[in-house]
């Protein structure tokens, strides 16, 4: 490993741990309060870092399992980025921009690289191809969605509350993904890379469950 692949490895790391703690603290504060919007703000920017560093280790080597981290990456980074978006479509008028035309295509395209490498793996008998087959599902399916509400005359007045909690969700599970993958060895492989989606999965189910009950309330939105 050259002098510069190891410093780009070495800040992925760092912004993987910062992610992580910030991911934590904005899950366990206040929600709409300072230090959550602080956190989350550390944590988006952390998957920022995470994201281009792994990226940039491709670009320094380009083998099988690094161009999957890249689409991984890719797939990760849509999920913290589109939730911190979403804060800007608050209103059913506010609509899509450039940024997020884009950053939804690429998302697609992760989603479809995925799917190519699951089935190219299937089909030489590697049982991995479940975690690409996966992954790559959700994204096309995430990215139809989301085409289809960018297109969208209006939205619903609190749609954007709950895709902001199920895609930070999302993206701190990719993160817990991550820290799982490389430090749980003990587990499957396959274990390591889908148990936290199950997981965190059914708690954000669970989530927005919750707080649709609270509306139904006659509740405020608790969050920023």
């Known amino acids: 490993m050259n002098t510069i692949e190891s410093v780009v490895l070495g800040v992925h790391i760092v912004a993987g741990f910062v992610a992580l703690f910030a991911g ?8 709409g309060g300072t230090r959550h919007r602080r956190l989350g703000r550390t944590y988006v920017y952390g998957m920022a870092v995470v994201s ?26 849509y999920f913290a980025y589109s939730g911190y978006r979403v804060l800007s479509r608050k209103r059913p008028a ?18 479809v690289g995925l799917l190519a490498m699951g089935g190219w ?9 479940v975690v690409m087959f996966v992954f790559g599902a959700i994204a096309t399916v995430i990215a139809g969605q989301d085409v289809q509400r960018f297109r969208a005359a209006t939205t619903e007045p ?13 993206a701190y599970i990719a993160t817990v993904t991550a820290f799982g993958t490389v430090n749980f060895t003990f587990l499957p492989q396959i274990a390591r890379w889908l ?12 989530a927005a469950r919750r707080y649709r009950q609270q509306f139904a309330a006659g509740a405020a939105p608790t969050t920023d």
């Open 24 to 31: 934590a603290g904005a899950i366990v504060t206040e929600k």
């Open 52 to 77: 281009t560093t792994a990226l940039g280790l491709l670009a320094i080597e380009q083998s099988v399992g690094r161009i999957f981290l890249g689409l991984v990456a890719i797939f990760s980074f």
């Open 94 to 111: 506010d609509r899509a921009e450039t940024e997020d035309w884009v950053a939804v295509a690429l998302f697609g395209l992760s989603g």
């Open 121 to 129: 793996f299937s089909l030489a008998g590697e049982a991995f191809a």
């Open 158 to 170: 609190r749609e954007w509350f709950f895709e902001h909690l199920q895609r930070m969700g999302g």
């Open 195 to 206: 148990a936290p989606t199950l997981v965190g999965g059914i708690a954000i189910w669970y």
